[in-house]
């Protein structure tokens, strides 16, 4: 039963290129939560993903980041540019949506992201 | 979401119990506390949560006091692989998302 998995764990971009984190969910789980860490800093709320649909995403700089979370396959976070500031590690967390329930969240490993 | 407040940084010899405060004076009704923590750059791991009463489970213990504007989370024989920060977050009660703050870095010496 795997849990939340993230690829790749690594990530190396040059200043300019694109970045493309993927997050596939635990088995049963629809909704995908994305967050970001900067070196010495907590988890910051990026974005909250059902399948086919943005909930909220309160949390997404205005400009060069996307996510989405299509029928078939991983969320996807892209990164369109980046700049050494997107250097961090990108976690991504899932849950079945039933927050009544006591519902918790589980995170992946993330992604680290070194912008040179 | 209500806010938390923490200790920066805590220490605890191997072996004793860890209580680890949290102040949520601001919480609702209706809003949980949830404890993650998170060991050395890798993914928050859940500990525990609860609404009013006591809770307990294998890893440990969760005190939310009766006005519920505190909590303390008990871990009841510290380890050296206790070692991380701990996060106290107020969850809504109709949604899944967390809101972290900056924790309470626990160090767990021999």
Not at chain 1, 19 to 36: D, E, N, Q, T
Request: aromatic residues 10%.
């Amino acid at each position: 039963n795997a849990g939340v998995m993230q690829n790749p764990r690594h990530l190396v971009r040059r200043r300019g290129q694109e970045a493309r984190l993927r997050c596939s969910p635990m088995k049963g789980h629809s909704h995908v939560y994305w967050y970001r860490q900067l070196p010495e800093e907590g988890l910051k709320f990026m974005v909250y993903l059902q399948k086919e649909n943005i909930i909220d995403e309160s949390g997404m700089p205005k400009e060069r980041f996307s996510a989405e979370f299509p029928k078939e396959g991983p969320s996807i976070l892209r990164i369109q540019q980046v700049v050494r500031g997107d250097s961090a590690a990108y976690f991504c967390a899932s849950s079945s949506g039933q927050p009544a329930l006591n519902e918790k969240l589980f995170f992946g490993s993330g992604t680290q992201l070194s912008v040179l | 979401d209500a806010k938390t407040t923490q200790p920066p940084s805590m220490d605890c010899a191997e072996g004793r119990a860890a209580n680890l405060p949290c102040n949520h004076s601001t919480i609702s009704g209706n809003e949980y506390v949830y404890w993650y923590r998170q060991i050395h750059s890798q993914g928050p791991q859940y500990i525990i949560h609860g609404l009013k009463n006591n809770e307990t489970n294998e890893m440990a213990s969760l005190i939310i006091t009766e006005d519920r504007k505190s909590s303390t989370l008990i871990l009841p024989h510290a380890t050296l692989r206790d070692t991380a920060v701990y996060y106290c977050i107020v969850r809504g009660y109709n949604t899944d998302k967390l809101i972290f703050g900056t924790g309470t870095r626990l160090q767990v010496f021999p």
